[in-house]
């Protein structure tokens, strides 16, 4: 024990050696961005910077006895329209993550290794300090555990699961009862992420209702706004997206379950639903092949899925993101 401990204390006087350099660099490169009006280094190194004092911490924690901190807490700051400037503090707990999706999963039949929450306590502790980095940048307010046996199991199969009841709903608001619409062929879907993981959404009901999604409409992601090339697949790719079919199926029965709306069905100011593309799941694993979007369609009263070229164009199409963590 008492090797251990001497071990951890030379760790933690590294670390906050480290911190501190990084502080100095900091202080230094901030001042030549105040000249330059050039901060992309500071920022860069202030992540860094971020970095090192949650490992530091890490540290610290284990020292005091605390192996493991369930909490991930990170502040969001955004601009509305009008310039006004909000900031909303976003928390998350493991305990209750963990119970939320064991308990999702066992609700639909869908098996749970018998490692299940050691794996992602794994994940989580491992990726704190990245997830709280993207939560206060893009504003995550959903967490979603997958296990690798998602990927296993028949893409049609669980879309059957994760609509179940649907038709039922539709029945009683007088609506058709249709089964989800597939303009693909669901066996020749390939999803780039695949296997035991968490990943980082916002909870929002459609693309409209946040402002980080906000910004996938209406223009080259990325870039500025243009007539007859927004929003294209491989726009959001270049960017990194990965959001995949199954991942967008489970969101949207999740957050049904509990509110009753469906995932980005509704209309925007302009008549049109804003479907998402699911930049993870094409159509082969060529360059070029065709990628998968989704939505609800409430006229029909279904969920809608198909694909296109990724260089196809279209203004009401957006992207919900996310972040994958493994």
């Known amino acids: 024990m008492e090797s251990i401990d001497i071990e951890l204390l030379q760790q933690l006087e590294a670390g906050v050696e480290k911190v501190e350099t990084a502080r100095e660099a ?34 610290q924690r284990k020292l005091e006895g605390k192996d493991f901190d369930s909490m991930i807490s990170a502040e969001y700051t955004s601009v509305d329209s009008k310039g006004k400037e909000k900031k909303e503090t976003i928390n998350f707990r493991f305990e209750e993550e963990l119970a939320n999706w064991t308990d999702f999963y ?19 502790e491992r990726n704190a300090s990245v997830m709280e980095n993207e939560i206060a940048e893009k504003g995550f307010d959903k967490i979603i555990f997958i296990p690798a046996s998602v990927d296993s199991a028949d893409l049609k199969k669980l879309e059957e699961e994760m609509t ?21 062929k669901t066996k020749e879907v390939i999803n780039s992420r695949t296997g035991d993981r968490i990943i980082l959404l916002h909870s929002a009901p459609d693309l409209t209702a ?9 223009k080259k992601y990325g870039g500025e706004k243009t007539t007859g090339t927004d929003n294209k697949a491989e726009d ?18 999740e957050i049904w ?11 925007g100011d302009d ?24 939505y609800w369609n409430p006229v029909n ?26």
């Not at 959001?236 to 029965?253: A, D, N, S, Y």
């Not at 379950?257 to 209309?267: A, F, I, N, P, Y």
């Open 26 to 59: 900091l202080e230094a490169e901030l001042e030549i961005a105040k000249k330059s009006g050039d901060f992309s280094k500071f920022y860069d190194l202030q992540k860094k910077a971020k970095t090192d004092i949650f490992q530091t911490e890490k540290i």
């Open 106 to 124: 066992n609700k639909h039949g869908i098996e749970l290794p018998a490692d299940f929450a050691e794996t992602m306590q794994d994940i989580w």
């Open 164 to 184: 179940k009841g649907y038709k039922e709903e539709a029945k009683k608001a007088g609506l058709p009862e249709n089964d989800t619409y597939f303009g693909i």
């Open 210 to 218: 946040h402002p980080e999604l906000l910004k996938t409409l209406d």
């Open 236 to 253: 959001f790719i270049k960017e990194g997206e990965g959001l995949t079919l199954p991942e967008w199926l489970l969101l949207q029965r």
């Open 257 to 267: 379950e509990k509110t009753g709306v469906h995932l980005d069905g509704k209309k």
């Open 271 to 294: 008549g049109y639903i804003k479907p998402t593309w699911c930049p993870g799941s094409r159509m082969g694993k060529e360059v070029g092949s065709i990628v998968v979007r989704a």
């Open 301 to 326: 009263a279904r969920v809608n899925v198909n694909a296109f070229s990724p260089g196809h164009s279209d203004d009401s199409f957006g992207c919900r993101l996310s972040r994958c963590l493994k």
